[in-house]
């Protein structure tokens, strides 16, 4: 709770945590304050214009070159998919839910309880994106975890998350969400035991978010020694280990604007209706992926959150429809508007490309039974959120075969009867 955070999206950073670090003047002098080693990160080509050109340079006690080299690492589990094809995966337009899925009993950390839902694309074409969940009990060991995939977006929805990363620390609650960019090295620690949660990733943004709400971490260094200390690097959705003999958070000061950041979900201000109808959903996005096509998001992370309903003459829950982007729901804590029963926080539940869904039959009935004297309305203790993508998902094997999986999820539109006259 005592950590200090920088504000702000988008922004470019500063942070000493010795003062002096920083280089006066320019980023690459012939000798660094303190005999550290400049390095940069880049997470844009340098071709891009600069406005849109994201690196940082960080000053750190040892190079992050300094390793071994790589050699594949065995999963435990062989359920981290980043090509999307029909070798691997399947394409299934019916409505999938599942319940939440258990805690493992064996020591298991947040790589190893890792494991991908659906996606679509490939990583090396740098085009697409994947949703995986994730269980564990145990803190990350002398490892560390740097995705060459893509960028991680994380919602913990059981127990904390501890974050340390090369530009500083994070602390994660379920309610919040972390952003750890391509390329950045990080230890995901657990300070309440077992912690499950939801984790998308782009291979490759704002909505109603302020962006002083925003927080990236302060510099922090740790410099003794840490024999047999292992890399654990995803590439192309394989896993791979080096190991050096010193902690890869070494970096003393850093400045830039490509850094790991966090957000609170219960800053977001919702936007509603004052009338009648209701907005598309997308009225609710924090965060955006965008395409080369304008206003088509390769993925956009929508929120549901407490908020007031009082539109008159309307039917006020999400209204049943068929859409052109797929969407991937979770539930973080309290129950969904739209779903009186069967979804629970820790459950999820994907609607595909043009898949019909909507309120279930019971939601539906007791809308209706309020009729037009319904006043306002606040929807309170919930926060659900959704995935939203153009890109057809392909779901993995493991989760349609998966005891998880709510196969009476259908039934809960079957009650739906003509109300026709």
Known sequence: EDLEYQSGFGNHFSSEAIAGALPRGQNSPLICPFGLYAEQ?????????RKLNQRSWLYRI???VTHEPFWPRDSSHKKLVSEFDGSNTVANPTQLRWKPVDIPDTPTDFIDGLFTICGAGSS???HGYAIHMYTANKSMDNCAFCNADGDFLVVPQQGRLWITTECGRLQVSPGEIAVLPQGFRFVVDLPDGPSRGYVAEVFGANGLAASRDFLAPTAWFEEHPRPGFTIVQKFGGELFNARQDFSPFNVVAWHGNYVPYKYDLSKFCPYNTVLVDHGDPSINTVLTAPT???GVALLDFVIFPSRWLVAEHTFRPPYYHRN???EFMGLIYGGYEA??????PGGASLHSCMTPHGPDTKTYEATIARGYEAGPHKITDTMAFMFESFLMPRTCPWVLESPFRDHDYYQCWVGLKSHFS
């Open 41 to 49: 990160i880049s997470g844009t080509s340098f071709t891009s214009p």
């Open 292 to 294: 080369d096509k304008p």
């Open 62 to 64: 040892k190079p992050s």
């Open 324 to 326: 052109c982007m797929s």
């Open 339 to 344: 779903k009186a029963d069967g979804f629970l």
């Open 124 to 126: 090396f074409l740098r």
